[in-house]
């Protein structure tokens, strides 16, 4: 199996063989090196604004009263930058609701994401190759923050596939990128050896800003560098 151009034992990519059943480790493509199907159509890795340009033939679900983002609106600490505290790269119970003055409790994240409430929320970053489906967990009958932030980070926690970095979509500087915000995220060999997860691709830019509207029906998750 092939594994990063490193001379760290403890690489991306042999973590990842090493953690996971081959079943789920690795998805051969239809062809070696072909764009892998689950991003998103018109992804750039370089240029987030061109990853847009063609995001309307991209979206498998077209948006209704209910669910599109131009008839709604967002929660006040998703709207505002630095409401809310959250590093991405890490548990979503690490996060500060700052109006509060106070730790967050479970009641807190109770309300609903949008007003009026909505059973569904795709989310896009520019730096991402995959929407991100957010939908009501266990008996909700519609989006709070909990769900959204529980969503977000248990996506973006998970590894990536290993045809989401040998493809001929990354060059070998693209690449680099996601190996160096692999080693920067990782503290201890425990968390090298879950290997490069979806977060990385976000590469520097992980502090949560909130979201705003977006085309299509979708919300752009916003983000930023480490805060001052």
Known sequence: MQTFPSTSSHTPASAI???????????????????????????????????LLTRSRSVSRPPDAMTDSARLHLA??????????????????????????????ANDLMQPSTNPPTLFMRLYHTRLPWYIDVVPLGNGSYVTLGDLFMTMCQFLAEPIR???????????GDKEELKRAWEERCNNKKERMEGVKRVDF???????????????????LRTGKEYP
């Open 162 to 172: 290993n045809d989401d970095y040998y493809n001929d979509e990354l060059d070998a």
């Open 202 to 220: 976000l590469r520097g830019r992980y502090m949560f800003l909130g979201l705003a509207r977006g085309k299509n029906g979708m919300w752009q």
């Open 76 to 105: 006040s600490v998703l709207r505002h930058e630095k409401a809310i505290i959250l590093d991405l790269r890490r548990s979503q119970h690490l996060l500060i609701i700052e109006a509060l003055r106070r730790p967050v409790v």
């Open 17 to 51: 063989s090493m953690n996971r059943p081959l079943s789920t480790a690795y998805v051969p493509p239809d062809w070696p090196g072909e764009r892998p199907k689950s991003w998103r159509r018109g992804f750039k890795f370089k240029s987030g604004i061109s990853s």
